[in-house]
Every structure is written in C-alpha cells, then in structure tokens.
Nanobody, 118 residues
Framework: VHLVESGGGLVQAGGSLRLSCAAS????????MGWDRQAPGKQREMVAT????????NYADSVKGRFTITRDNAKNTLYLQMNSLKPEDTAVYYC????????????WGQGTQVTVSS
C-alpha cells in the first residue's frame, strides 16, 4: 500500500486547509485509514480515523467540530478538511492505513507540513 499526501501549507489562524491522501497498491487489504500528526516536542496524535465498510469516523477531542475526514472510494483518496485552524494544529500530518492482519496502522505516507500562524 502506497500513500501520498498533498494539500499542506501555511495558513493564518481561523483559516482552512484540505489534505488529500491518494492510496495505491493493495488498498483492498486495509480496513481503516486515518490522519496522524506530529508536532515538534509533542507526542504523536491520531486526529481522525475512517473505518472501511461502515464508514464510521472517530476524532481526537482536540479537533472535534473543526476537522472532517472523508473518503472517496472511487478515487481511493482520503481527505481531511480542517477548519478554524489554530496555531496548535501546526504539525506534520501523515496519512496512515491499517493492516487488518496486525491491527496496526502499518502503512504511512511521507507526511505534509501544516503551519498555522497566529
């Protein structure tokens, strides 16, 4: 499974960005996808997940009501719409995919930088 993110950038606080993640390869072998972020000096955080099949979604408390995760199955693309961005959302955002055999998010993209200025 190969994951490629795009859509990061610099935005002012209160602004919006949409991240995209194009998946290729054995995408039928994954059962969930998500967005994980890593900020300097902070612990990694899974901000949103999308469960295949049922389409259930989950969000970290820090982004609930501001971020929305969606998936276009026809395009094998995962999105993260980020609204009302805050400086604390600044991080490298990674697209991740879960391997049902391990139960872990074993597949990672290269990451895309999101910077929110105050």
């Amino acid at each position: 499974v190969h994951l490629v993110e795009s859509g990061g950038g610099l935005v002012q606080a209160g602004g919006s960005l949409r991240l995209s993640c194009a998946a290729s390869g054995s995408t039928s072998s994954i059962d969930a996808m998500g967005w994980d972020r890593q900020a300097p000096g902070k612990q990694r955080e899974m901000v949103a997940t999308f469960i295949s099949g049922g389409g259930n979604t989950n969000y970290a408390d820090s982004v609930k009501g501001r971020f929305t995760i969606t998936r276009d199955n026809a395009k094998n693309t995962l999105y993260l719409q980020m609204n009302s961005l805050k400086p604390e959302d600044t991080a490298v955002y990674y697209c991740v995919a879960r391997n049902p055999l391990s139960g872990e998010f074993d597949y990672w993209g290269q990451g895309t930088q999101v910077t929110v200025s105050s």
